[in-house]
């Protein structure tokens, strides 16, 4: 079916930047709408953002609308750009996929930590 890989994760300081990569391989023509999410600990899993196949509809939660940007190539990676981090982001990401006829995530790679310091 479908791997996914994150990477791009690490330690920065407030109001740095990372850039997050999820690389897909396997049956990546039958992988549609894709998303981040992350979880902190204690927390439940939240939603970041996703983007569609063809890159031109995103959305974003609101705790990081303005400072993520979400993105893919016409290949089978997708990106995430953080920007102006701040501690609350501090949890481990994880990039899912729609693959096939389905209205869920449902295929998840096995994610990357990020930890902002103040």
């Known amino acids: 079916q479908v791997q996914l890989v994150e990477s791009g994760g690490g330690l920065v300081q407030a109001g740095g930047s990372l850039r997050l990569a999820c690389a897909a391989s396997?049956?990546?023509?039958?992988?549609?709408?894709m998303g981040w999410f992350r979880q902190a600990p204690g927390k439940e899993r939240e939603f970041v953002a996703s983007?569609?196949?063809?890159?031109?509809?995103t959305d974003y939660a609101d705790s990081v609308k303005g400072r993520f940007t979400i993105s893919r190539d016409n290949a089978k990676n997708m990106y995430l750009q953080m920007n102006s981090l701040k501690p609350e982001d501090t949890a481990r990401y994880y990039c899912?996929?729609?693959?096939?006829?389905?209205?869920?995530?449902?295929?998840w790679g096995q994610g990357t930590q990020v930890t902002v310091s103040s």
């Open positions: 899912a996929a729609r693959v096939g006829a389905t209205s869920e995530y449902n295929f």
């Open positions: 396997g049956r990546t023509l039958m992988m549609y709408r």
């Open positions: 983007i569609n196949r063809s890159g031109t509809s």
